[in-house]
């Protein structure tokens, strides 16, 4: 994602992304799924939470967003440039999930 210009953390460009997103509970993953981003959740609860995440799917390569990326692009900029980022990634070398998911394992996600 290296068209998507930001720190380690969220930052300015990050609000109005966070703000019209899905956040997803990685839990039911295997532990080795890591979120390209990731949500902190509260202390209390600490589950694994992700925003962006990416594995291996039967002989396929997956990436989940849970951003909103198709609704008022022209009004958007960040989210537009997100697009562009992960669509860059994905016809990249670069993208090369290292986990395998079963599918089924992914049907908690998508409730």
């Known amino acids: 994602m290296t068209q998507f210009p930001t720190d380690f953390h969220s930052d300015w460009q990050w609000w109005e992304l966070i703000t019209q997103s899905q956040i997803m509970c990685l839990n039911d993953l295997p532990s080795h799924v890591r979120p ?16 962006i995440f990416e594995a291996k799917v039967s002989k396929g390569k997956l990436l989940v967003c849970g951003i909103d990326l198709q609704n008022g692009l022209a009004e958007r900029p960040g989210a537009r440039q997100m697009l562009l980022s992960l669509l860059e990634y994905m016809k990249g ?15 908690g996600i998508f409730k």
């Open 93 to 107: 070398e670069e993208f090369a999930p290292g986990v395998k998911v079963p599918f089924g394992g992914l049907r």
């Open 36 to 51: 390209i981003v990731q949500v902190i959740d509260d202390w209390f609860t600490n589950r694994r939470l992700g925003l």
